[in-house]
């Protein structure tokens, strides 16, 4: 089974951040949330000056079995459409890729089609979609560990080796169910908790998935490694995130958690490795059920609360120039010192 040795992050210059921080020409606080994301960021890189290089996202697409039992109000052909609409430019994770100069990259992880060869697609198709998991484990050990060990390997090669900022999105009908029976076993928390309406299910859909999920949570009831939590009832592209997410980590760059999916697949990530979760910045709170309750067992606080739940990873792609302002403040606003301002007194 493959390791993955993530350090922690350097806490050597954590009271000189700190103190940088601090002295800049505001009151200690002022910029709230950008200066605790300029904090993690120095810590992560260990410098004082850090910078954000090449930063790029990775979109897992797969298929899910579990559509056969109608939790999707879409269709299973959907994925392969979507995978094309973004390989033409045309979905949301490219405008904001195109915004933010991100750079974008589609992984075949498990698309239940054929797709054509293009230059920003990488096939690394482990199977043709899921089996259901409301059935049967949704895919075997031995799969698993190719999707996690693939995820790593393409988290190594795709990128520029420089990069070290890195989003993660997804694309994959039925996989907000895959996420919700992870994170049930995951948590431990009530299902009711963790179910959402997905890509627009009705109050009887919701019911319906609900008790579908149930029923497989029950029939692997003695499933809890975390492992085999993951092959039971992950996806291909769940699965492969999870080893980017993981290798990412060991290379030390800074992880973009996009929305519930991508979510599920960092619990499973900590649950491999916990000290990954001094690499990630969470990057907003999905509007989709269950997120909310995951980002508070990680004890995890989102930078953006903007009512998204798109997934593909335009959370990452929309939180990202506030890494960009993070930085910039900490590299270039004056101290007290060389602005020659004066600080505050102990006075009222």
């Known amino acids: 089974m493959t390791s993955f040795s993530i350090p922690s992050v350097s806490l050597a210059l954590n009271e000189a951040l700190q103190q940088k921080i601090d002295n800049k020409t505001k009151p200690p606080g002022s910029l709230g949330r950008l200066e605790t994301l300029a904090l993690q960021v120095g810590k992560i890189q260990n410098t004082l000056t850090p910078e954000l290089k090449n930063p790029t996202i990775l979109v897992f697409a797969g298929d899910h079995g579990i559509t056969e039992e109608d939790v999707s109000p879409f269709p299973q052909e959907v994925t392969a459409q979507m995978v094309l609409n973004f390989l033409n430019g045309g979905a949301a994770i490219n405008v904001y890729c195109r915004q933010h100069n991100l750079s974008l990259h589609v992984v075949d992880a498990g698309v239940n089609g054929d797709l054509p060869e293009h230059p920003d697609l990488v096939a690394a198709k482990i199977g043709r979609g899921t089996k259901n998991f409301s059935k049967t484990p949704a895919m ?115 992880l973009l958690i996009d929305g519930f999916i991508a979510g599920s697949a960092f619990l499973a990530a900590s649950r491999i490795v916990p000290e990954i979760q001094q690499y990630a910045v969470f990057t907003h709170l999905s509007d989709e059920q269950g997120h909310s309750e995951m980002l508070k067992f990680l004890q995890a606080e989102p930078l953006l609360s903007l009512g998204m739940r798109l997934g593909e990873g335009t959370g990452a792609a929309v939180a990202f120039p506030l890494l960009q302002s993070a930085v910039a403040f900490l590299n270039q606003m004056a101290s007290f010192e060389s602005a020659g301002v004066s600080e505050r007194t102990d006075g009222e």
């Open 140 to 254: 075997s050990a031995e799969e698993c560990e190719q999707a996690l060990n693939k995820g790593a390997e393409l988290s190594r090669t795709i990128p520029d080796p420089d990069c070290n900022v890195i989003g993660f999105g997804e694309m994959g009908i039925g996989n907000t169910s895959s996420a919700a029976a992870l994170m049930q076993r995951y948590t431990g928390l009530p299902l009711e908790d963790c179910v959402g309406k997905g890509t627009g299910l009705d109050d009887s859909g919701l019911v319906r998935k609900e008790k579908i999920i149930q029923k497989a949570l029950d029939q692997h009831y003695k499933i809890d490694e975390p492992h085999e939590v993951l092959a039971t009832f992950g996806g291909f592209e769940i699965v492969m995130m999870v080893g980017a997410m993981l290798e990412s980590a060991v290379l030390g760059r800074i």
